[in-house]
């Protein structure tokens, strides 16, 4: 794992942190202006949007445009659609000097605990509720309309549940804490590999974002956290290795204590902080560790002693390996075999341990003529083997299907170990 301004607010405010980085806030300004004027209008609203925003859009909200895939429809869309929603939302999207002041002391911070030649600007703009936020290159954009609200914004013009709850667990106060964290991002390397790697990568930049702004950073997941430590930390140990991120990230629709990755990551790498002597070397640690090595990540999980017990973590790993299931054969036919019988009305699919019922099959990658299945049948009596039924096979032809980890664990609940196994057959020929 990545919150109405007044007529006469800032039309464009930036600080400088160096002579090239600034803050924009233009966009949301122009935004408003232009919804005004949509608002009273009964005709050319995509020219009012225009001439009022879209005309005047810094490069930023180009850039977030472009990388996030919206355009002048999105926001006529949304518009029309949500008036309660914009209405009261509105005096939350005021970013004043308070706020420009309090991140540019940040970012100063920032460049002294971690020093920095970054020219990356911020850019704070209004997204057509397509994204909270994106990096591109050093630069960072924030989609405000869904970082900034809270109790108060009305959500029940949504049809989307994600978007209903969006503002549960975040307020607009957050918004300078958000931006430090999501600027953190532009530091660090792209990847993360398993929980354990988001984790860190997600929970290192709320400790980044506590340290530049010298305040305790307060949130659902971090007081949820601290509040059940013993079972968070048991339950993330028992699934730090697995690519399972739904379970710790980004799962408010799913979960009632969402987003607990980023608290043991805060932890870990508040831990690792904490324990170093030299704190700029460490900050240094932190922002540069590389997500995608394996040994990299276990290195700085030891040095955290998140574990107290001096947990053996290749031990660890090694015993979750052995744990998880596995698929040991198809009884009908070898994978990957050229010459099935067509008439097969059933693909029996045996695992090395009792499985959990929700196994995740994904279409072929060729097209539905070359998807054999009809329905899942489901688990024998010993929950190791999974019965298919078959769509009329044709001869001659290619088939194949994949076995997804999305939310398939054995009973004792060890993820799947493959991101998708492809199960690829041809059937013979009459």
Same mark, same amino acid.
Not at 6 to 35: E, G, R
Not at 122 to 135: D, E, F, M, N, V
Not at 360 to 376: A, D, R, Y
């Given at each position: 794992?990545?919150?109405?301004?007044? !007529?006469?607010?800032?039309?464009?405010?930036?600080?400088?942190?160096?002579?090239?980085?600034?803050?924009?806030?233009?966009?949301? &300004?122009?935004?408003?202006?232009? @919804?005004?004027?949509?608002?009273?209008?009964?005709?050319?609203?995509?020219?009012?949007?225009?001439?009022?925003?879209?005309?005047?859009?810094?490069?930023?909200?180009? &850039?977030?445009?472009?990388?996030?895939?919206?355009?002048? &429809?999105? @926001?006529?869309?949304?518009?029309?659609?949500?008036? +309660?929603?914009?209405?009261?939302?509105?005096?939350?999207?005021?970013? =004043?000097?308070?706020?420009?002041?309090?991140?540019?002391?940040?970012?100063?911070?920032?460049?002294?605990?971690?020093?920095?030649?970054?020219?990356?600007?911020?850019?704070?703009?209004?997204?057509?509720?397509?994204?909270?936020?994106?990096?591109?290159?050093?630069?960072?954009?924030?989609?405000?309309?869904?970082?900034?609200?809270?109790?108060?914004?009305?959500?029940?013009?949504?049809?989307?549940?994600?978007? +209903?709850?969006?503002?549960?667990?975040?307020?607009?106060?957050?918004?300078?804490?958000?931006?430090?964290?999501?600027?953190?991002?532009? *530091?660090?390397?792209?990847?993360?590999?398993?929980?354990?790697?988001?984790?860190?990568?997600?929970?290192?930049?709320?400790?980044?974002?506590?340290?530049?702004?010298?305040?305790?950073?307060?949130?659902?997941?971090? =007081?949820?956290?601290?509040?059940?430590?013993?079972?968070?930390?048991?339950?993330?140990?028992?699934?730090?290795?697995?690519?399972?991120?739904?379970?710790?990230? @980004?799962?408010?629709?799913?979960?009632?204590?969402? &987003?607990?990755?980023?608290?043991?990551?805060?932890?870990?790498?508040?831990? @690792?902080?904490?324990?170093?002597?030299?704190?700029?070397?460490?900050?240094? =640690?932190?922002?540069?560790?590389?997500?995608?090595?394996?040994?990299?990540?276990? +290195?700085?999980?030891?040095?955290?002693?998140?574990?107290?017990?001096?947990?053996?973590?290749?031990?660890?790993?090694?015993?979750?390996?052995?744990?998880?299931?596995?698929?040991?054969?198809?009884?009908?036919?070898?994978?990957?075999?050229?010459?099935? =019988?067509?008439?097969?009305?059933?693909?029996?699919?045996?695992?090395?341990? !009792?499985?959990?019922?929700?196994?995740?099959?994904? *279409?072929?990658?060729?097209?539905?003529?070359?998807?054999?299945?009809?329905?899942?049948?489901?688990?024998?009596?010993?929950?190791?083997?999974?019965?298919?039924?078959?769509?009329?096979?044709? !001869?001659?032809?290619?088939?194949?299907?994949?076995?997804?980890?999305?939310?398939?664990?054995?009973?004792?609940?060890?993820?799947?170990?493959? +991101?998708?196994?492809?199960?690829?057959?041809?059937?013979?020929?009459?």
């Amino acid at each position: 794992m990545m919150r109405n301004i007044l !007529p006469t607010v800032i039309i464009l405010a930036f600080f400088n942190t160096t002579k090239a980085q600034k803050i924009f806030t233009s966009d949301i &300004d122009n935004f408003w202006t232009a @919804y005004d004027h949509i608002r009273k209008a009964e005709n050319n609203k995509k020219e009012i949007l225009e001439a009022y925003f879209l005309n005047k859009k810094t490069e930023g909200l180009k &850039d977030f445009m472009e990388i996030k895939q919206f355009n002048e &429809d999105d @926001y006529l869309n949304v518009i029309e659609k949500y008036p +309660q929603f914009w209405n009261s939302i509105r005096k939350n999207t005021s970013i =004043d000097s308070k706020k420009i002041s309090s991140i540019n002391k940040a970012l100063k911070k920032l460049k002294v605990l971690y020093p920095n030649n970054s020219n990356g600007n911020i850019y704070y703009t209004i997204g057509a509720l397509k994204s909270g936020g994106t990096t591109h290159n050093e630069d960072l954009f924030l989609g405000i309309e869904k970082i900034v609200g809270d109790k108060n914004t009305i959500v029940s013009e949504f049809d989307n549940e994600n978007l +209903q709850k969006m503002f549960l667990y975040i307020n607009s106060s957050q918004l300078e804490h958000i931006t430090i964290h999501e600027f953190a991002h532009t *530091f660090q390397k792209d990847g993360e590999i398993n929980v354990l790697s988001k984790a860190i990568k997600e929970g290192s930049c709320d400790l980044i974002a506590e340290l530049t702004m010298n305040k305790k950073f307060s949130s659902q997941y971090i =007081d949820y956290g601290f509040k059940n430590y013993d079972t968070v930390k048991a339950a993330f140990k028992n699934e730090m290795f697995s690519r399972n991120f739904g379970n710790w990230f @980004y799962n408010s629709n799913t979960s009632k204590n969402p &987003d607990l990755g980023y608290f043991a990551g805060y932890v870990i790498s508040k831990k @690792y902080y904490d324990n170093a002597k030299n704190k700029k070397e460490a900050i240094k =640690d932190i922002i540069e560790l590389d997500f995608n090595s394996e040994e990299a990540v276990f +290195q700085f999980l030891e040095k955290s002693k998140f574990f107290e017990d001096n947990t053996n973590i290749r031990e660890l790993k090694s015993a979750y390996k052995n744990n998880q299931p596995k698929i040991v054969r198809i009884i009908e036919f070898e994978n990957n075999s050229q010459n099935v =019988d067509p008439k097969i009305k059933q693909i029996q699919i045996v695992f090395s341990k !009792p499985m959990n019922e929700n196994v995740s099959i994904n *279409f072929s990658k060729f097209g539905k003529e070359h998807f054999p299945l009809k329905k899942i049948a489901g688990l024998d009596n010993t929950k190791t083997i999974l019965t298919l039924e078959t769509v009329d096979l044709k !001869p001659d032809t290619e088939y194949d299907f994949y076995v997804t980890d999305r939310g398939t664990k054995s009973e004792d609940g060890y993820h799947f170990p493959e +991101q998708e196994y492809k199960v690829l057959f041809k059937t013979e020929k009459k």
